[in-house]
Structures are given as C-alpha cells and as structure tokens.
C-alpha cells in the first residue's frame, strides 16, 4: 500500500503561481511513477502531468506544456507540481497518483493508488 497526501493547494490570481506537493508513505517511493491529475466541476478527470521512477522521465497535457513543472525529491518521499502562469481555467481539484508499472502514462486507469486531492482555485 502507498499513502499520498496532496498539499499546496488553494486561491490565486490568474498569471500566479502555485506549488503542489504529494508525500508518499508506506512502501518504497522510489518504485512508483507519480502522476497528477486534475478535475473541475461538471467535467471529467484529466491528466496534468507524470514523472517516471527515477525523474528522468517526464511528460505533460499539453495544456499545462512550459507554464506547468513536474519533479521529484525520492529521499523525501515527494513529488512536486510547480505551477507558474495560472489561468482560469486551471482551477480544479488536483490529484496525485502513483503505480509501480515502469514508465510514464497519461491513462489513470493504470495508476494503482490515489490520494485525496487538493483544490487550486484561479481568480480573473
């Protein structure tokens, strides 16, 4: 079992920025990719971005593409979701997700463990 604990979230203006962070326990961290994941009322949830085991792998929605940063600290048991130049559209309550499968992956199908979600709310 992995544990995940979303934090960082909360209100910003549009062109701010925020920082998610998803702490991880239980089992060894650094065998789990990490994926974020986000959904906004009345909509469906949507992948954000992914960062393989060893952080050498990345990928992103291409929504969030050079405004949104992914990374990983395996000695803190943490990944990392910096995001710069929020718009409105952003808001949404954010997820991370972890699977022990190799690799990045856009689908949430393929992650085995969730945690709560934290929301980020974006102001015009």
């Known amino acids: 079992q992995v544990q995940l604990v979303e934090s960082g979230g909360g209100l910003v203006q549009a062109g701010g920025s925020l920082r998610l962070s998803c702490a991880a326990s239980g089992r060894t961290f650094s065998n789990y990719a990490v994926g974020w994941f986000r959904q906004a009322p009345g909509k469906e949830r949507e992948f954000v971005a992914a960062?393989?085991?060893?952080?050498?792998?990345?990928t992103y929605a291409d929504s969030v593409k050079g405004r949104f940063s992914i990374s990983r600290d395996n000695a803190k048991n943490t990944v990392y979701l910096q995001m710069n130049s929020l718009k409105p559209e952003d808001t949404a309550v954010y997820y991370c997700a972890a699977k022990s499968s190799l690799g990045v992956s856009h689908d949430p199908l393929r992650y085995d463990y969730w945690g709560q979600g934290t929301q980020v709310t974006v102001s015009s």
């Open positions: 960062i393989s085991q060893t952080g050498r792998s990345k």
